[in-house]
């Protein structure tokens, strides 16, 4: 388990971490979220040991010492790999670096590309590469030596769908495989997807930390799906409705003022008779997203 | 250490696998072998426009004549042969040797002077001849033409030994600083641009996740040292095999008997202690070309980063300039006591046999020290210079180093 408790850090006078803290059990992947400058990078950077903190971070009981090196996958947020290597080159040295043999490597290397649709073979040169395929290998390059701490920056950014769904099906395997996973994203259905807990982080403060449910949870079931042959103006004047909005013809979003006005709703719409659609859910990561973003900017 | 030992394999094979580098080891090679080789074919293409033909109604004069004399044409024989070949430019000229009134005479005709040696050895040939003739014309007695060819004696007296020492060490001096100097410039740019290109790359910290930044920096440097040694293997090797060809050839094996012993005591000067400085001087700029590297603002600024490192060598290499014909100077000592100065100063020393073991000790120990402290510093500081990418100046680098060993 990956534990992280307390941790501060100022750039000069800037508070990049305030006192953050959460864990990453074995076999299970966190989501960071947060804007632009929220402390994503700065959290795995204090995790790496690259800079200097207040708090304590500690890997299965101990701090991460260059003894975890090899237990430890990590892609930074802006890929670089040496563009004069060959695929094969450039997954072997950095395998190597994990201690893991040239041999092992070299034996997995076709299987991988082939996992990741690579377009080229071992002996491509990565300069010759596309952006995707470089992408491609560095993720492979990440993953290759079966890290049991995984530390992905972004790791979607610039990922069609196809190739999003591919490494999504590759994080699941290593949390299968027990590794902890840690992941940063701006993409909320990414995270929805795959996080089993999430954090969010407005400048350095966690703002929200739990399971997907109990963070959707928190902010109460405050919205209503409905299928109905009623107007929008109706559906407006029904108790406890803030507001109406049109998702296709028929099919509506209403925002509720308390979630406890939704059994009144229902037996309003209903009349005791078939309704096509009645959903009462609270906000989705997204809006919720949206929404601790505005109060920063309240 | 076995990661220090990857990132050393991986920087060693980058870098001889690179083609400057194989340009850079066989440069010297190649511009030896084509200046041989445009001599040679130079020589051969001139050598028979370049002879002179001798001829002579006298048979036993032009054999004589031919006979002390190398270079020469032997097959013509007549003037209209000679003149024939001359206008073609198959002839430098040709000698007419001829006697008349018991006078000894030579007629050169050419399309250009004759040559300097050929002239004395013409002019040596008659005089012997002329000498001869006069004598036997005379009809001295023996003690008469003995008395006669009684001549001045100029004889000079040197020191050959001392003489031939002094030569050895002037020439040992000029072959290491130089050769200190350009592996120096050499490597401080190859360290410092291997080590700049990485500077803020993210693939540095990949790295840092999988191995140690002192472990890393280690292996670096260790892989472009083992570079370097490669290449002076290469021409040592080279040097060698140039050197049995030498003592093989039929033409350099004279010069090479003839400077026998310089040869000797220019090797006993440089395959000593001297190469040991050499390496270490070495390794100190290639550690400092390897910060320099570090603290670059951005990758895109490699190429500056050798500047202040390719600096400091030329000053010490310029330095040993006005004390190589001074090696007593106070200021020779300090210097050969001060690390990144005393790979070029202590060897002057050494050579001069003017440094005792214990100065030589104290001198290495100081210059091993040095290296220990400043690998240690920047080992320290690698992760951290290679990772930011701010661009603060060298000073603040430096300063923001000390006050923040984290």
């Known amino acids: 388990m990956l534990s992280i408790q307390h941790i501060s850090k100022h750039f000069g006078t800037v508070h990049a971490l305030n006192d953050v803290s959460f864990d990453v059990p074995d076999g299970q992947i966190l989501g960071l979220i947060g804007q632009n400058g929220a402390g994503k990078s700065t959290t795995f950077h204090s995790i790496l040991n690259f800079i200097t903190y207040d708090g304590t971070i500690t890997w299965q009981g101990h701090p991460l010492s260059a003894n975890d090196f090899d237990t430890i996958g990590y892609l930074p947020e802006e890929r670089s790999l040496m563009p004069k290597l060959t695929i094969e080159q450039q997954v072997v040295y950095l395998a190597r670096l994990k201690g893991q043999s040239a041999k092992e490597t ?103 930390h739990g399971t997907l449910t109990e963070v959707r949870n928190q902010f109460g079931k405050t919205e209503l799906y409905v299928t109905t042959d009623w107007t929008p103006d109706r559906l407006q004047a029904l108790p406890g409705v803030a507001a109406v909005t049109v998702r296709q013809p028929r099919q509506y979003l209403l925002q509720l003022n308390d979630p406890a006005a939704g059994p009144a709703i229902f037996e309003a719409l209903t009349e005791g008779h078939y309704i096509e659609e009645f959903s009462q859910q609270p906000p989705t990561l997204d809006e919720i997203f949206r929404l601790k973003v505005g109060e920063d900017h309240a | 250490m076995h990661k220090t030992w990857i990132v050393t394999f991986e920087t060693y094979l980058r870098q001889i696998k690179s083609w400057s580098f194989l340009f850079m080891i066989l440069g010297p090679f190649l511009m030896i072998g084509l200046t041989i080789g445009i001599s040679y074919i130079s020589a051969n293409s001139a050598s028979s426009s370049r002879e002179v033909a001798v001829i002579s109604e006298s048979q036993p004069l032009r054999q004589a004549f031919i006979k002390q004399n190398d270079g020469l044409n032997t097959k013509i024989t007549t003037v209209k042969a000679a003149k024939a070949a001359l206008k073609k430019d ?68 040197i020191a050959k030994k001392a003489g031939a020492a002094n030569i050895a060490k002037k020439v040992s001096f000029w072959l290491l600083v130089t050769m200190i100097y350009i592996i120096l410039i050499t490597y401080s740019s190859i360290a410092a641009q291997e080590i700049a290109s990485e500077k803020g790359t993210k693939i540095m910290e990949i790295i840092f996740s999988s191995t140690t930044a002192t472990s890393y920096f280690i292996g670096k440097i260790t892989g472009i040292l083992l570079v370097i040694l490669t290449q002076i293997v290469v021409y040592l090797l080279g040097g060698w095999a140039g050197y049995q060809f030498a003592i093989n050839s039929t033409k350099l094996k004279p ?132 990772l930011q990418t701010d661009s603060k100046s060298i000073w603040q680098q430096w300063l923001h180093g000390w006050r923040h060993q984290d």
């Open chain 2, 255 to 386: 010069l090479i008997t003839e400077y026998h012993s310089l040869i000797n005591a220019v090797i006993h000067n440089l395959v000593n202690v001297n190469l040991v400085y050499l390496l270490l001087g070495v390794v100190i700029y290639t550690v400092l070309a390897a910060y320099s590297g570090a603290i670059v603002a951005k990758a895109e600024d490699a190429s500056k980063a050798a500047q202040p490192v390719v600096m400091l060598g030329m000053l010490g290499f310029f330095l040993t300039f006005p004390f190589q014909s001074n090696l007593d100077a106070v200021f020779v000592k300090i210097m050969s006591y001060v690390p990144f100065f005393s790979s070029y100063f202590m060897p002057m020393r050494i050579i001069n046999g003017t440094a005792s073991g214990l100065e030589q000790g104290l001198s290495l120990a100081i210059l091993l020290a040095a290296i220990g402290l400043f690998a240690w510093y920047i080992g320290s500081q690698y992760q951290r210079l290679m």
């Open chain 1, 106 to 208: 070299r034996a997995h290397i076709d299987e991988w590309l082939q996992r990741f649709a690579v377009k080229g073979t071992r002996k491509s040169r990565i300069k010759d590469l596309s952006k995707g395929n470089q992408q491609k290998v560095q993720l492979i390059c990440t993953l290759i030596h079966h890290p049991k701490l995984l530390i992905l920056d972004e790791p979607f950014s610039g990922l069609d769908p196809v190739n999003a769904d591919l490494l999504k099906q590759a994080v699941l395997t290593a949390r299968d495989e027990g590794a902890a996973i840690i992941f940063s994203s701006h993409d909320m259905e990414h995270v929805t997807a795959l996080c089993d807990q999430l954090v969010m982080l407005r400048k350095g403060d966690v703002v929200l």
């Open chain 2, 90 to 157: 198959h002839l430098a000229g040709y000698l007419v040797l001829s006697t008349v009134n018991q006078q000894f005479k030579a007629d050169y005709h050419g399309s250009d002077s004759m040559g300097s040696s050929l002239r004395a050895q013409t002019q040596n040939f008659l005089a012997t001849n002329q000498q001869a003739a006069n004598y036997q014309q005379a009809n001295l007695s023996a003690k008469q033409r003995q008395a006669l060819a009684r001549t001045p004696a100029l004889t000079q007296h």
